[in-house]
C-alpha cells in the first residue's frame, strides 16, 4: 500500500481494511493467531534454531535493515547473506550453494541427495529444471540440463517468464495497476510504461 502512495496511486482506505480484515480472519482460523501480534524480532533473542537471513541489498518491499536487525538479535547460529538485487531479482548461484550447505549442515543431509548445479547456471534453481523434466540428479549431465534449459526457454516463448518478475515486467504490472486504479499513463511517469518504484 505504501509503495503504491508512494507511486502516486491511492486507494480507498476501506479497500485496504477490507483486504487486511480477510487476511487476519483466515490467518486466525487456519493459524489460530491473530497477525497483528506478530513481531519477528521480539522473539528473536530467545529463539535458537539454526537461521539463514537473505536479503536484497536493493530491496525496497522489505528493506534490507529488517533482516540485519532480527539477525543481530538471533540467540541461535545464524548467517546473514546480503544479494545484489531486489525483491524479485534471480539469485546467484553462491545463494543456492549457500543455502545447500546450511541445510546439509543443519539437516544433516548427505551430500549425495543434493542436485548438480549446472556450471551454465542461468538463474535457475536446480530443482526448476528437474521439475520441468531435466535432469536426473546426477553430475555430468550437461548436455541434458542444457536441453531441458533449451526445451524451457523454446516453450514459453519469453526467457524472462522462467526466472522471475524483471524490472521490465514489474513496471509493466505497475502500469497495468495504475490503468485499473484510473491513473492512466503508468505511476506518475507520464507515458504507458509504468514507474520504477
Known sequence: VDKGREAGLSVPNWVVKAAIRLIRNSVRQTAGFDIRNLSPIAHADSTFIPALFVAGEQDDFIL???SQRIYERYGGDKNLILVEGDHNSPRPKFLFDSVGIFLQNYLQIPIDWSLPVNPNYMGLPPWYIQARGGGHGTA???????DAMQQILT?????????GMTAARQQEVEASLAAMLGHRGGAGTGGGGGGAV
Open 64 to 66: 534490507p535493515h529488517h
Open 155 to 163: 516453450l514459453s516463448g519469453n526467457p524472462e517468464l522462467d526466472v
Open 140 to 146: 555430468g549431465q550437461d548436455d541434458s540440463y542444457y
